[in-house]
């Protein structure tokens, strides 16, 4: 699975999990992104892929009290299977989740 994605954690702000292979995602992030403001869900088909937004599944908020949003960028086959937020969820959240269960807590953001 080819994969963009972008959240923060409970003590540290945003950054990549996933880099869909790009050395420098953000580009690739802002393009698809961008004028999507700050709802806390969105889906949009992009040139070559789909970008979803969602709230944390598991409701899990940062220090501040702000729940967790995941920003995914899904490209390539999966991409053409995934036509909602909830398509999103039911196909990707599955296989990115232990991920973010082992790093969400941890002090600071994950290294590279």
């Known amino acids: 699975m080819r994969l963009l994605w972008a959240t923060r954690g409970r003590d540290w702000g945003f950054c990549f999990l996933r880099n869909a292979g790009f050395e420098d995602p953000l580009p690739a992030y802002e393009k698809a992104f961008g004028n999507t403001g700050n709802s806390s869900e969105e889906f949009r088909r992009i040139e070559n892929g789909v970008a979803v937004r969602f709230p944390d599944p ?45 790093v969400w807590a941890e002090p600071k953001g994950p290294s590279k």
Do not use: C, M, N
């Open 58 to 102: 598991e409701g899990r908020k940062d220090r501040s009290g702000r729940v967790i949003p995941h920003d995914l960028v899904v490209y390539g086959e999966l991409a053409t299977e995934i036509h909602s937020v909830d398509e999103a969820l039911r196909l990707v959240w599955p296989q990115i989740a232990p991920v973010f269960d082992h």
